[in-house]
């Protein structure tokens, strides 16, 4: 599934807000310009580039603790939607161990360890995210890349959130993270869309490091992570939020 991808555009139909947003814009912008993307790319770079190479001791000192903790690989890569849903390869520190019916290792809650339950309260486990940023793949703010799986799911109108570059954090990160439903998701990636600029890009990131810092939202209320998205409510897996 593939959709046509605007350089930070907002869609031409109405603009939704989400009721309890706590970063807005005065207004909707007008359909985004080559120009306006290449300053989120500027944005982008300047931070993440500096950030990457600072951080890489400590890269290395949590590789070291992955590795002794679930052995290898340490690094977690999964295909996720990019832009226009186009599929790329998306890297974390590994925080699960592997399926294993064996085991009782097959659900997010048996397949947690204490060590990667720590790496995800304090985000550490993002942190070789940066390089996707770095690699064009992602923006350090739009709406999280969600599963592949997902994108049969989407309506028309929750597909929009792939008009832009997939984000390590955004509105929806930083009103509720992993606590919201998934209806609330979508508004807040669907009010990025249609508002996205570099001043919000900024609040957003500023709003980020708050929201790390206090480890809010971490887990939803019945899952270590966030419960299937599921669109059909007659699958038995099935969660709308």
């Not at 300047?46 to 990457?52: K, Q």
């Not at 999280?144 to 955004?170: C, F, H, K, N, S």
């Not at 509720?176 to 439903?181: F, L, P, T």
């Not at 708050?210 to 939202?217: A, F, K, N, S, Y």
Request: hydrophobic share 40%.
């Amino acid at each position: 599934m593939l959709i046509h991808a605007a350089p930070c555009a907002p869609s031409s139909s109405s603009k939704r807000t989400p009721a309890h947003s706590e970063v807005m814009l005065s207004r909707p912008r007008r359909r985004g310009t080559s120009l306006s993307y290449r300053a989120k790319r500027l944005l982008d770079l300047t931070l993440t580039v500096p950030a990457f190479i600072i951080s890489l001791p400590l890269q290395l000192a949590v590789a070291g603790l992955v590795k002794l903790s679930l052995g290898s690989p340490v690094l977690f890569y999964q295909d996720r939607p990019g832009r226009g849903g186009r599929p790329f390869a998306m890297r974390k520190f590994r925080s699960m161990r592997p399926v294993d019916p064996a085991m009782g290792w097959t659900t997010d809650e048996t397949r947690m360890t204490r060590t990667g339950a720590f790496l995800r309260s304090t985000s550490l486990d993002e942190l070789p995210t940066l390089w996707n940023v770095i690699k064009g793949d992602m923006s350090l703010v739009g709406p999280r890349p969600l599963l592949m799986e997902y994108l049969d799911e989407y309506t028309a109108e929750q597909a929009r959130r792939m008009e832009v570059a997939p984000g390590i954090t955004g509105l929806a990160q930083i009103n509720g993270r992993n606590e919201q439903s998934w209806a609330s998701r979508f508004a807040y990636d669907l009010h990025y869309v249609d508002n996205c600029s570099l001043k919000l890009d900024i609040c957003i990131i500023l709003r980020t490091v708050w929201t790390v810092l206090r480890r809010e939202g971490i887990n939803s209320k019945a899952h270590v992570t966030m419960p299937l998205y599921r669109a059909n409510p007659a699958r038995p897996d099935a969660n709308v939020g």
